[in-house]
């Protein structure tokens, strides 16, 4: 079979937000901005990453069609790091129950959630959140947690991580439908 075509050179590049800074170093990648500071590792990956008048590009030489899609994952990744620092990550979960009413306690200050009475039962699941996500009741709907970082991974890791504490067990999940559930996920609107 006829090799794949390789590409000599493929570029892809985003700009910098104002009032965010970046810096790359070997593939190295720290952005801060008014949220904080975000760090991410590209050294796994076989591109060129480096900074030019008021944008970042990421370049790869010599790959196939599948490792050109590399490229725009790594800038999906950097621009999920900008709007994180501008603007935080916010995950909506709803407590759905049909008869026995699931009740969550925010504990250490937002770093802990604990469910209580999921299907009548005793146990009480506690819940950490990773580092530098916060979790709170919704002060407009009742039943909905509203979890919030700056960092998109670990933001969606303690929404699932809360998710996968309330699985029902043993019975027809078509049926028992409680639970807690990411109901809508994007960057805070201000």
Not at 54 to 70: C, D, H, N, T
Not at 131 to 136: R, S
Request: charged fraction near 30%; glycine fraction near 6%.
């Amino acid at each position: 079979p006829r090799a794949a075509m390789k590409t000599l050179v493929q570029q892809e590049s985003i700009k910098i937000p104002k009032g965010v800074k970046i810096s790359i170093k070997s593939k190295q990648v720290e952005v801060s901005g008014k949220h904080g500071t975000l760090k991410r590792d590209f050294k796994h990956l076989p591109i060129e990453l480096y900074r030019c008048s008021g944008e970042v590009r990421a370049k790869m030489y010599f790959a196939k069609s599948k490792q050109l899609s590399m490229l725009r994952t790594v800038c999906s990744h950097i621009n999920n790091l900008f709007e994180g620092v501008e603007k935080k990550f916010q995950y909506k979960m709803r407590l759905v129950y049909a008869h026995f009413p699931i009740n969550a306690t925010i504990t250490n200050g937002g770093a802990t959630v604990e469910l209580r009475n999921f299907l009548g039962e005793k146990r009480v699941r506690v819940v950490n959140m990773l580092p530098g996500v916060k979790v709170e009741k919704s002060s407009s709907t009742k039943d909905e947690l509203v979890i919030t970082g700056a960092d998109i991974d670990t933001t969606s890791r303690s929404a699932a991580l809360i998710r996968q504490s309330c699985l029902v067990k043993h019975k027809d999940i078509r049926k028992f439908l409680d639970g807690v559930y990411v109901s809508e996920h994007g960057v805070i609107e201000d």
